[in-house]
């Protein structure tokens, strides 16, 4: 019996980014079904089934669930209709990979775990920076030779140009999870900083966090959505090391990413993103085909995903902070992956 696909979504996001990684996956699993595609404007669902080969489209959700029996769910539409349609799969038991943020608050997501408990469903949460190659490069030179007490600091810049976005929390709300990723630990309590920017737009703004994480680990986080450039950076500071990342954004000046070592002084490592990277292709430099790869081959595998709902719970709550213009916040812990 094939490894049955559905996805929900067929818009900009899921052209862009999550439908060639479908069809690179098929093409490489050939015991794998793209079932179904699923989208409330049937011409759009259409163009999407059309462009990556899929087998069938739908414009309502339960139809297409209750037709397919699929062995796995992706869900990729606006934040504000994720928690309801993600509770509506995963009570039915259906493993599900849903784009981030997973909800717009703490309780959204609070309501997703819940009915993926009831369904007992896998579950795992897009955050693709986890799946970058040069991320995880990183992720694992960390890994091998230093343990969360011992990194020091964590630096992470994200700038955008023209992002008057009334809500700029759930695009900050990627480097937010990818600086707890680095960091292999929670965080423990955050001051938040707003540079208010009222001529772009009454809650555009700059923001600053400074945070300590459980680890005892410090990091200084900034986003500054109507700057000059394009760039998502990190540095890592550990004893007698620093890490410098430069991520391969859409846009950015950085493309195709870099990732640097220094030792005592002397560059000891220097990865350009297309050497990391499964492929020149944005959807794989940016993680989209890792991401999907990891849960499609942990639901084959009986495996549970990692990156779940309870894991990315933290990084919402910081994100509503965000939304909230919270000063300062002291963090639960998220329940282990």
């Known amino acids: 019996m094939p490894f049955k696909i559905c996805t929900v979504g067929c818009g900009s996001m899921a052209t862009a980014a999550h439908g060639p990684a479908y069809a690179r996956y098929a093409a490489t699993h050939p015991d794998t079904e793209l079932a179904a595609c699923c989208d409330l404007e049937a011409a759009r669902a259409v ?10 489209y739908y414009t ?4 297409m669930l209750e037709a397919e029996q699929p062995h796995a769910v992706c869900l990729v539409v606006p934040v504000e209709a994720t928690c309801d349609l993600a509770c509506r799969i995963l009570e039915r038991g259906y493993p599900l990979l849903m784009e981030k943020p997973p909800g717009l608050t703490v309780a959204e997501t609070d309501r997703m775990i819940a009915a993926a408990d009831a369904g007992s469903a896998p579950n795992q949460v897009a955050f693709n920076r986890r799946h970058t190659p040069l991320l995880v490069h990183l992720k694992r030179l960390l890994a091998e030779s230093f343990s969360p007490e011992s990194i020091q600091h964590i630096r ?6 023209g992002r008057a976005d009334p809500d700029f929390s759930t695009t900050a709300v990627h480097g937010v999870d990818t600086v707890r990723f680095l960091a292999g630990s929670d965080y423990e309590q955050i001051e938040f900083h707003y540079q208010d920017l009222p001529r772009f737009g009454p809650t555009v703004a700059n923001i600053f966090l400074d945070a300590t994480f459980v680890s ?4 200084h986080l900034s986003f500054c959505p109507v700057a000059g ?14 890490f410098y990342l ?6 950015s000046l950085d493309i195709p990413g870099r990732l640097e070592r220094i030792e005592k002084n002397v560059r000891v490592l220097d990865i350009a993103g297309e050497i990391a990277s499964e492929g020149g292709f944005p959807f794989e430099a940016n993680g989209f085909y890792a991401e999907n790869t990891a849960f499609f081959d942990a639901i084959r595998n009986g495996a ?6 309870r894991s990315a719970r933290q990084s919402v709550e910081v994100m509503q902070c965000i ?10 812990p998220s329940a282990d992956e």
């Open 156 to 161: 992470y810049e994200m700038t955008r140009m």
């Open 216 to 219: 005892g680990a410090t990091a």
């Open 60 to 63: 309502d959700l339960d139809a």
């Open 47 to 56: 163009a999407f089934r059309d462009r990556f080969g899929f087998a069938r």
């Open 304 to 309: 549970r995903p990692e990156g779940d709902l």
């Open 229 to 242: 450039d394009v760039v998502e950076r990190a540095s890592v500071y550990t004893e007698g090391n620093t």
């Open 323 to 332: 939304r909230e213009r919270r000063r300062e916040c002291l963090l639960s």
């Open 246 to 251: 430069y991520l391969p954004i859409p846009g």
